[in-house]
């Protein structure tokens, strides 16, 4: 987020701390469900599709440095399974708690000492405007956590045949006599680790060796 960028009341990610007031020790509890924004969770790997719901549950409590916030966001991410390919669906409940700074509390409970530390924390302190906050950083954040890196259909999901791409979950007897096919393959490898040691010593050896084993 831009520290300077203008809060839009009407983004369901921002919230709106006028109600709470800033009596330390105020609090409020809030829920919504809001539409996912773009990219949320492992780009690329799994994640919550944009404006799937996520319901979002929200404790805010005043305290003298601003507002800490302590949530809940539930949503079901989609991705594939890391060995299988087959696309998976699972539920997803990520929990965050982040203080949002009042612009002005620097300047009350902070000695001014230490400056290397404050403007290294700067740099990831939220902060409310307008007695507004984004919670959009704060909830990725909690999101891309509380999924897996490496998603999977099922925990004993075989994978896929590294020889024809068959989902093994669905045969699991598949095989292939493929002994020899296998002995080729070692061979060829051993072949290849060899022409790597060439291509250390002189250039062109090292061209011939990319050459052979783009052919594979
Ligand atoms: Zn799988
Ligand atoms: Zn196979």
Same mark, same amino acid.
């Given at each position: ?10 983004? $369901? ?18 829920? *919504? ?16 599709? %944009?404006?799937?719901?996520? &319901?979002?549950?929200?404790?805010? +409590?005043?305290?003298?440095? !601003? ?5 809940? #966001? ?5 991705? +594939? ?11 997803? %409940? ?8 009042? $612009?002005? #509390?620097?300047?009350?409970? *902070? ?8 403007? %290294? ?18 909830? *990725? ?21 590294? %020889?024809?791409?068959? *989902? ?27 022409? !790597?040691?060439?291509? +250390? ?5 090292? +061209?011939?060796?990319?050459? &052979?084993?783009?052919?594979?």
């Amino acid at each position: 987020m831009a520290p300077n960028a203008r809060l839009d009341h009407r983004n $369901p990610l921002v919230f709106d701390t006028h109600e709470l007031g800033r009596r330390p020790g105020a609090l409020q509890r809030l829920s *919504r469900t809001i539409d996912a924004p773009k990219d949320l969770g492992l780009v690329g790997v799994v994640g919550v599709p %944009e404006g799937a719901p996520v &319901e979002l549950d929200l404790r805010l +409590e005043s305290v003298m440095e !601003g507002v800490l916030v302590t949530g809940t #966001a539930r949503a079901q991410a989609e991705g +594939e399974c890391v060995r299988c390919l087959e696309p998976l669906r699972l539920d997803v %409940e990520a929990e965050f708690q982040e203080m949002f700074s009042y $612009p002005d #509390a620097d300047d009350r409970g *902070r000695p001014k000492a230490e400056p290397a530390d404050d403007a %290294e924390e700067d740099e990831d302190r939220l902060f409310i405007e307008d007695g507004l906050f984004d919670l959009e950083p704060v909830l *990725r954040d909690a999101v891309v956590l509380a999924l897996p890196m490496q998603p999977v259909c099922q925990d004993d999901c075989p994978g896929l045949c590294s %020889e024809c791409g068959a *989902r093994l979950a669905d045969d699991p007897d598949h095989h292939h006599d493929a002994v020899d096919i296998r002995w080729a393959a070692l061979q060829g490898l051993a072949g290849s680790l060899e022409d !790597g040691e060439k291509d +250390e010593m002189s250039g062109a050896d090292a +061209e011939a060796g990319v050459d &052979e084993k783009q052919e594979k």
